[in-house]
């Protein structure tokens, strides 16, 4: 009998993309360890490859602009940093996705050409945030 893991628990959506990157592998697999601690906000995560989005961790359905499969926005986190290399953090009001978010990113590099292929994000909703200041 195989004990369960976090992953039983916290569903993790991806394309079954593999990034040809150590740090990429790594931060898959902790990344639904920390989705799991925060119980006072959702955190979410998710990777691209250099053109579609293709992992997602999304406890509560928030992260509604990360779709495994489906090309990223042109302009957005993931393009800029595919253009950059460099990493980003916004926040970003409800009248984006329907919810206050934060959102950093950084971009992962390929083992062997030290190119950039892809990016891995963390978003953050910010409702308990926003609901303090408005009560305040």
Same mark, same amino acid.
Request: cysteine-free.
């Given at each position: 009998?195989?004990?369960?893991? @976090?992953?039983?628990?916290? %569903? $993790?959506?991806?394309?079954?993309?593999?990034?040809?990157?150590?740090?990429?592998?790594?931060?898959?697999?902790?990344?639904?360890?920390?989705?799991?601690?925060?119980?006072?906000?959702?955190?979410?995560?998710?990777?691209?490859? %250099?053109? +579609?989005?293709?992992?997602?961790?999304?406890?509560?359905? +928030? $992260?509604?602009?990360?779709?495994?499969?489906?090309?990223?926005? +042109?302009?957005?986190?993931?393009?800029?940093?595919? *253009?950059?290399? *460099? %990493?980003?953090?916004?926040?970003?009001?409800?009248?984006?996705?329907? $919810?206050?978010?934060? $959102?950093?990113?950084?971009? @992962?590099?390929?083992?062997?050409?030290?190119?950039?292929?892809?990016?891995?994000?963390?978003?953050?909703?910010?409702?308990?945030?926003?609901?303090?200041?408005?009560?305040?």
């Amino acid at each position: 009998m195989n004990k369960p893991t @976090i992953n039983d628990v916290l %569903h $993790v959506e991806e394309t079954g993309t593999r990034l040809n990157s150590k740090i990429y592998d790594a931060l898959r697999n902790f990344a639904p360890i920390i989705s799991a601690l925060f119980t006072d906000r959702t955190v979410g995560f998710y990777a691209t490859d %250099h053109e +579609k989005f293709i992992m997602k961790i999304d406890p509560t359905n +928030k $992260v509604t602009f990360a779709q495994p499969g489906v090309n990223f926005a +042109k302009g957005g986190a993931a393009d800029y940093i595919m *253009q950059s290399g *460099q %990493h980003i953090a916004v926040e970003l009001g409800e009248e984006v996705y329907g $919810v206050p978010l934060r $959102v950093a990113t950084i971009p @992962i590099f390929d083992d062997d050409t030290g190119e950039a292929i892809g990016t891995f994000g963390i978003v953050i909703t910010r409702d308990t945030v926003e609901e303090m200041i408005q009560i305040s």
